[in-house]
């Protein structure tokens, strides 16, 4: 037994919502790295799979597989397009030994309806990318899609220059994206749209079904959730210095998890103005505007709830803005709360934020790592602080200390939970860069080496805590490849 159980709850949506489509066969393809530790959790049969890379290129279909395309829209940098799966195909949805619901997609397995201008393909840079990408933030503790398998299709894709084509097999709790509500409501009926926010209930937030809540407004309720789960996830990335790079509404899950890892990638020195990807020139998606950009995708959600939220348009419109101010509170205590762990705060005062902002503005100034000068505040001897470097640092750090000091828990208390909420081990741009080039090369060691060093990243792993030379700063990602 392969420990396949696959089912296929979406595709018992209306047509409108998805495209028959079976993978293209990769004529050679060869395993680059599969995920134990997952497979094992989707009760998977690992040391049958991890030796069968036809079925995770799509050359064969898992037994009780039905691959499906799903269709979505999205606003692109404000913009609104028809999109859907252009290189990704929904084998079905695995239901693990404890009972629950995961999709399991290939992407870059071949073109669909919905692959406009695109060759349907992937490179194997960027799909190693996502797997490193999303494991690192599984093992950071912040809701993200995972990633089971890379495989090597044995065919060349064209790019700026010709690459190696390569599949990603993608777990997510689903695949559902504010821009699929999108999609329904602009080219769909009323009556889909209610069988979307339905499923998405049922799938998600099955709880809104029960009697108790049977007397309120069951979108409204559901939108609440979306909200609440986006405003945790945007402060989860901000206080781990992740910049996503292409936040549009196609890439926002409804499940609150992280999803579609293009030109993303970790802050070093703390500068809010961060872009790291070539095509944001107008930096839209800086790391300092993502929280409002989850407030603009949330808001065009909204919009495209409307019609179930009430009968009359001007009451819905009333309901939803009143709902969706709901996001900066859930943002700023989310927010907060997780820097006063990152402090070692444990008895909270309003001059906290005082305090928060003060560093944050010193590492600005001074350009200072931002993983490494909150990690070595727990440090045995935290004078080896970059921030201690600086004179204005000692100052800080009479306040902070101070501060701990006041709290019943003292100094002690707070730095078990720094460290817990500091990391060491982040995936640096150029360890990740360093480990894709031998990749593409044939060498796949030193992407084995970061992923172990990356699984455990409150543990400093010799030689991954350290920052970029300077000459490899200014890093550029580039997405669509
Ligand atoms: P992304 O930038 O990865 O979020 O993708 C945006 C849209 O472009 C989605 O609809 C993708 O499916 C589609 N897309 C990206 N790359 C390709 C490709 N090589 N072939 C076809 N469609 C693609
Ligand atoms: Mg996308």
Known sequence: ???WKLEHTYAALPKIFYRCQTPTAAPAPEMVVFNQGLAQILGLNVDQLKNAPEIFAGTELPSGAK????AYAGFQFGHFAMLGDGRAVLLGEQITPDGRRFDVQLKGSGKTPYSRQGDGQAALSPMLREYIISEAMFALGIPTTRSLAVVLTGKNVIRETVLQGAVLTRVASSHIRVGTFHYIAVFGTEDGLRKLADYSIRRHFPWL???DYQDQNKYLLFFREVVRLQADLIAKWQLVGFVHGVMNTDNMAISGETIDYGPCAFLDAYDPNTVFSSIDTAGRYAYKNQPMAGFWNLSRFAE???????ESRENAINLAQREIETYWTCYNNAWLAGMR?????VHEEPEDM???EELLDLMERHQLDYTNTFRALSAPDPNVSPLFEVSEGHLWQKKWQAKLNRQPQGINGGVERMKQHNPAVIPRNHRVEEALIAAELGDFSVMDNLLHALSKPYEASEGYTATPEPTVCNYKTFCGT
Request: hydrophobic share 45%; charged share 15%; proline share 12%.
């Open 1 to 3: 037994m392969d420990g």
């Open 67 to 70: 691959p499906i395309a799903q």
């Open 209 to 211: 079904e029960h009697p």
């Open 304 to 310: 495209s709830l409307l019609p179930l939220l009430h």
């Open 341 to 345: 762990s990152k402090l070692g705060i």
């Open 354 to 356: 005082d305090l928060i």
